[in-house]
Nanobody, 118 residues
Framework: QVQLVESGGGLVQAGGSLRLSCAAS????????MSWYRQAPGKERELVAG???????NYADYVKGRFTISRDNAKNMVYLQMNSLKPEDTAFYYCHARHGVGLSRVSWGQGTQVTVSS
């Protein structure tokens, strides 16, 4: 059974920092492509940051220089360090995994709320 469990969300003032964590189980984590998405009220879910199949990272333009994605394969964890947070970063943040044969399976976590006050 695949599980992605996010933690670390909360309320923070603009300019502050949060570190999101995602604990993965039930997948071959080191072979999986991990990403973070977010969804704000009334908006579509969008990619924030992720690893590519080759292990490099990519970021949405609006978080470049502020957010950093990282992973610990020994712990089956992926992280999103968020600095210089802005009110427009307020959203539900979701952990996403592509895994399995041919990376054909997709799994989502339940999400964690991030609220940035001005």
């Amino acid at each position: 059974q695949v599980q992605l469990v996010e933690s670390g969300g909360g309320l923070v003032q603009a300019g502050g920092s949060l570190r999101l964590s995602c604990a993965a189980s039930g997948i071959m984590f080191s072979l999986s492509v991990m990403s973070w998405y977010r969804q704000a009220p009334g908006k579509e879910r969008e990619l924030v940051a992720g690893f590519t199949g080759s292990g490099s990272t990519n970021y949405a333009d609006y978080v470049k220089g502020r957010f950093t994605i990282s992973r610990d394969n020994a712990k089956n964890m992926v992280y999103l360090q968020m600095n210089s947070l802005k009110p427009e970063d307020t959203a539900f943040y979701y952990c996403h995994a592509r895994h399995g044969v041919g990376l054909s399976r997709v799994s989502w976590g339940q999400g964690t709320q991030v609220t940035v006050s001005s």
